[in-house]
């Protein structure tokens, strides 16, 4: 599912963590069944690290959970406590930005897939999210 890359916006509820992201305007996104996306509802894309981008002093408002293997760092705003991206045990090399985050009108079509986070090990190896936070020479 690839498309032209655009430049989109987005950030946490109060407006305190802002971030732009280069994506294409159609997106793979996954629903994650894991104990921690579950509780959340996340759901997210994911794009390589080099095209995300956090605006202004966002840094200031950010705080990281982490737990298990510790390779996923669970970011959010110290205000209002929204994830709004985080750096995925699948794609430590990548961001997943949480799809309901964005700011509306730069996306065309999202696909929703499960994640089957319960099963990780499983799911990564046969699902191929790891590969979407690597730049492809088409992109």
């Known amino acids: 599912m690839e498309s032209e890359l655009v430049l989109h ?13 280069q994506a294409p305007t159609s997106v793979i996104a996954w629903k994650c069944n894991c104990s921690d996306c579950s509780m959340r509802g996340n759901v997210h894309f994911v794009v390589p690290l080099q095209r995300f981008e ?7 408002f950010i705080t990281t959970y982490t737990f298990g293997t510790h390779t996923a760092k669970h970011t959010f705003c110290k205000v209002c406590g929204i994830t709004s991206f985080y750096t995925p045990r699948s794609n430590p090399d990548g961001i997943a930005v949480t799809l309901a985050c964005l700011d509306p009108g730069t996306l065309s079509h999202v696909e929703i897939r499960h994640a089957d986070g319960k099963n990780w090990e499983d799911f990564v190896h046969r699902s191929g999210i790891a590969s979407q936070s690597k730049i492809h020479s088409t992109q």
Do not use: E, I, T
């Not at 916006?9 to 732009?20: D, F």
């Not at 956090?54 to 200031?60: A, F, K, P, R, V």
């Open 54 to 60: 956090l605006l202004g002093d966002s840094d200031q």
């Open 9 to 21: 916006n987005g950030g946490c509820h109060c407006k305190n963590v802002r971030w732009k992201v």
